[in-house]
């Protein structure tokens, strides 16, 4: 999958949208306009590379709803939801850990598998995701 991310990211430079990823934060992907999923990362250019990847190989279930949903017409979208404000990338860590569960209880994404929780951003709530359930509401 390496190759394939790398490969990806090159992609996203030339196509000028790698620039609002080179920084550590939260991030969602959209079906319509719809967030559906929200994740956290060091380097969200790399993690937006990684799931455009699983998008396009179908490799865990949340991906083969993305897929579906795309094939069926539906936009996919990513954003960046939030920038970390924190130098140094143990303090980013733990600012993007604790904003990304504030953001998974508002938004409520129906792919997120695990919710943080409020008062320990390290421990969370389960969820399961039934494709679906998720695929009727989305399409």
């Known amino acids: 999958m390496g190759n394939y991310v790398e490969n990806t990211v090159a992609w996203m430079e030339r196509k000028g949208l790698a620039d609002k990823y080179r920084h550590a934060g939260i991030y969602c992907i959209k079906i319509d306009a719809d967030i559906v999923y929200i994740g956290k990362s060091a380097n969200m ?12 190989t ?19 979208t990513f954003d960046v939801l939030y920038y970390a404000k924190s130098k140094g990338i143990t ?5 993007i850990g604790e904003k990304e569960g504030e953001y998974i209880r508002r938004h ?25 359930e998720v695929l009727q509401q989305i399409i």
Do not use: M
């Open 58 to 76: 179908d490799s865990e279930k949340k991906y083969r709803i993305i897929a579906e949903a795309q094939r069926k017409g539906h936009p996919i």
């Open 45 to 56: 250019l790399r993690r937006i590379a990684e799931h455009y990847v699983g998008i396009k």
């Open 108 to 132: 409520k994404p129906i792919l997120n598998t695990q919710i943080p929780k409020a008062e320990d951003w390290k421990k969370y709530d389960n969820n399961e995701v039934n494709a679906r």
């Open 91 to 95: 303090n980013q860590l733990v600012e």
